[in-house]
């Protein structure tokens, strides 16, 4: 079998897995969230906290709470860093440098996952399971939540509730993450990734000599960066490494978790708003992306010039013989469209246009589908910019879902898509004016500064995956990308609340002929038309002097 056939029925396989899970997950998501009834567990959790899950919230307690866990969760796991060398199952390993903690602290609270420290080097077992993996549930569900909170402003009229924050959060626990992780954690030890808690150990090598290696609750954290759309991993080399990623079936299954509940949301939004016909529309705009992306990313790795591409079948270095190109363009393309950083290939040795499409996707806002909760409310926050653009056309106030679109809903939309270029682009242009951040690039030229774009890109994204090739692990690029996490996260966070608070508040208005049918495939096209221009306008300059640049020189 050829292996671009071979990558052609890996997508058309997990396309069909994906189809299956759409409908069942994206209805049981919708229940869990406009559910009154709570269970045993949650109450149990709701007591030890102190919420009461019943309090409905208007979007600035809605928020607080948003940001006042999100507060406590980075100062509990820079203190669990700072502590390790006191800790059981620490392996060994020293206390975290501070710069290095309040990095790793903000990236794995702020969905990021962004690893400057080798994991099995730096790491042990309470702080990988304690600390890291617990993130992965929490800050996703925060993610959830939000998005749910924007839903629920469209669904909801002359009314500035959103719901009950703590109460979104540990449904999203409890009733959607940890039930998948369980069963997906099963599946990958089935398959050969390794769970357990074994300390560091000799492992003979083919060639002579011997190396290091510590065992780990691996297949249970891997499952939830997946699902989770954290990124991230056990082992530096992330899911490229055997005991993360044993096989061709472990890597579908593990695109199939990354992908699972973005799309899935959509059918959720759908069904909360009323019109599972709007949850179609959304849906068709972020698969029309994700294939398109990835059909380019097929093309530019397999039949990318020279001898060496020639012999090898396609573009293959830094790539695992044991799923190729195929496999590895749908990974790549997967996991920068959406917040996730998972990698099982060496971005930094894409061709250029193919690493110039990475960073592409998430400069997109990580919307095609996105990730878990922040591909929706991104995507969602698009359409609003999408309707009041045919507004302009027709001379016509705009609406979405019944909700007209005034000066203060586009301010809000406006700000939330300024927040992420000004930082990539802020902190891109100051690192790059700076002697330090320059000195940490191994390439120079266009490829150099398309690592320092890529850093900052998937930073302020959350993303968390790396073009490599640059020594992140400095006090510079440690505060710094810690930083643009942070702010890329939550910023975005608060004008989206605050943009359901004004939705909710308004009485919906009837559809008459001359409303835009936003479930209609001209308002798709339209959509995906306007994603593609504004982040074109806004990145087309870095994206020149970067990928574009290299591919055209090569």
Known sequence: MSP??????????????????????????ARVYSSTEHLRVEKWI?????????TEMRWPAYLRGVLGFSLISVLFLYGLQRLQGSLPGSLGFASIDP??????AASFVSNTNWQSYYGEQAMGHVVQTGGLAVQNFVSAAVGIAVAVALVRGFARSRTGELGNFWSDLVRGVVRILVPIAVVGAIVLVACGAIQNFAGIHEVGQFAGGSQQWNGGAVASQEVIKELGTNGGGYFNANSAHPFENPNGFSNLFEIFLILLIPFALTRTFGRMVGSVRQGYAILATMATIW???????MWTEFHHGGPAYDMAGGAMEGKETRFGIGASAIFSISTTLTSTGAVNSFHSSNTAFGGGLNLLGMMLGEIAPGGVGSGLYGMLIMAI?????????????????????GTREIKLAACYILVTPTLVLGFTAAAMALDTPANSMTNSGAHGFSEILYAYTSGANNNG???AGLNADTQWFNSTIGIAMLLGRFLPMVFVLALAGSLAGQQPVPATAGTLRTEKPLFTGLLVGAIMIITGLTYFPALALGPLAEGLAS
């Open 99 to 104: 710069d290095q903690a309040f990095n790793t």
């Open 385 to 405: 910019i999408a309707v009041f653009i045919a507004g302009l056309m027709v001379g016509r106030t705009p609406e979405y879902l019944g909700k007209k679109i």
């Open 465 to 467: 995956s790396a073009f």
């Open 4 to 29: 671009v056939l071979a990558g052609v029925l890996q997508l058309l396989a997990l396309i069909g897995a994906l189809a299956l899970a759409y409908r069942p997950l994206g209805d049981y998501m």
């Open 291 to 297: 294939l398109g992306f990835i059909a380019l990313m």
């Open 46 to 54: 709701y007591k030890a906290i102190g919420a009461n899950p019943d």
